[in-house]
């Protein structure tokens, strides 16, 4: 399923859904200039998570060199699909979402998402020593914001190999569930599965930043429900 875009229009210019698709493809193109050195910078920069679960190699890199990776991995991307893909999906999603929380909270949720993502994506996979690049763990977090702030949004979408019609409209419930039951079969395979000497999708980064996304944006859902209704009125207790 592919979106192509939702009925809610941001009342905001989203200048930090804006300016993380900027800063993404500014990264993208380095990574083009980089040549034969691009592998080292993605060695470096990915999150490989056997530097985080092996005592000896982990002891090969210093503090700054182990927290860099869980922020730089996230502007990283494989290829030209790769990237076009991830930053179509957050401009359609990012900017209610931006809308919701507003502009620095949104840039933190981001960042944190993201690292969250990768957290899970280590967890899952202890002792792999593929590199892993991508914003797919933090935009799955604002996929899981979406999915909580905005379930009865319509999503227009196309359904390959059908890329030239018809569209679908669904509500954002529809789609976003059915796209993370989809991550989290694949990530259940992907557990039993014989582990690959190539990369993959990062499964349970997607499941890990969606989850993260949905529980904290229902935690603002309910806040906000109380401060609303009871925080002029005096308290029983």
Not at 138 to 161: D, S, T, W
Request: proline share 5%; charged share 15%.
């Amino acid at each position: 399923m592919l979106p192509i875009r939702d009925d809610i229009p941001s009342r905001r210019f989203p200048i930090i859904t804006t300016g993380i698709i900027a800063l993404n493809i500014l990264v993208f193109l380095w990574e083009l200039s980089l040549g034969t050195k691009l592998q080292d910078a993605i060695l470096m920069l990915g999150i490989i998570p056997v530097r985080y679960t092996d005592e000896q190699v982990a002891a090969l890199f210093g503090w700054r060199e182990q927290i860099t990776p869980f922020f730089s991995s996230m502007f990283l991307h494989g290829g030209w699909t790769h990237l076009l893909g991830n930053m179509w999906t957050l401009w359609i999603f990012g900017d209610n979402v931006e809308d919701r929380l507003g502009h620095a909270r949104y840039l933190v949720f981001y960042l944190v998402g993201g690292v969250v993502a990768a957290l899970l994506h280590i967890f899952t996979n202890l002792g792999s020593t593929i590199p892993t690049i991508g914003a797919s763990g933090a935009i799955a977090a604002v996929m899981g914001a979406y999915f909580r702030l905005y379930p009865h949004a319509r999503i227009e979408m196309i359904v390959p190999p059908f890329i030239f019609g018809p569209l679908f409209v669904v509500p954002a419930v529809v789609f976003l569930g059915w796209w993370f039951i989809l991550q989290f079969f694949n990530g259940t395979l992907s557990l039993v599965a014989v582990p690959s000497s190539v990369g993959g999708i990062a499964w349970w980064a997607h499941i890990g930043g969606f989850v993260f996304g949905a529980m904290l944006c229902s935690i603002v859902k309910v806040k906000r429900f109380y401060r609303r209704h009871y925080e002029d009125e005096d308290m029983p207790w």
